[in-house]
Nanobody
Framework: QVQLVESGGGPVQAGGSLRLSCAAS????????MGWFRQSPGKERELVAAINRSGASTYYTDSVKGRFTISRDNAKTTVYLQMNNLKPEDTAVYYC?????????????????WGQGAQVTVST
């Protein structure tokens, strides 16, 4: 299995930027689709962005399109989430997740390995 550790969260003012990183260890990183989820209090966990094994295909939820960018470096076994023009509604715990299933990126049930989460807090 794969182990995931997020970093890069923290407080930021609205309009600012943050980059989350997720370092993977264990089995071959390039065998996994990778996703970033977020969860805020009282809300369900939602898939924010995902990227396939090669990095050639990505998925974004509508609310972050044009502001967030997911990327991966298979040599460094790391996936990134660049978040620009952050809004208060982006405040959440962000989780990195991995999937060893072969299916569409947007299928949330496929993600079967999880990091511990990183808090992102966007203030006005």
């Amino acid at each position: 299995q794969v182990q995931l550790v997020e970093s890069g969260g923290g407080p930021v003012q609205a309009g600012g930027s943050l980059r989350l990183s997720c370092a993977a260890s264990g089995r071959t990183f390039s065998n996994y689709n990778m996703g970033w989820f977020r969860q805020s209090p009282g809300k369900e966990r939602e898939l924010v962005a995902a990227i396939n094994r090669s990095g050639a295909s990505t998925y974004y939820t509508d609310s972050v399109k044009g502001r967030f960018t997911i990327s991966r470096d298979n040599a460094k076994t790391t996936v990134y989430l660049q978040m620009n023009n952050l809004k208060p509604e982006d405040t959440a715990v962000y989780y990195c997740a991995a999937s060893d299933f072969i299916t569409a990126l947007r299928i949330t049930a496929q993600y079967n390995y999880w990091g511990q989460g990183a808090q992102v807090t966007v203030s006005t």
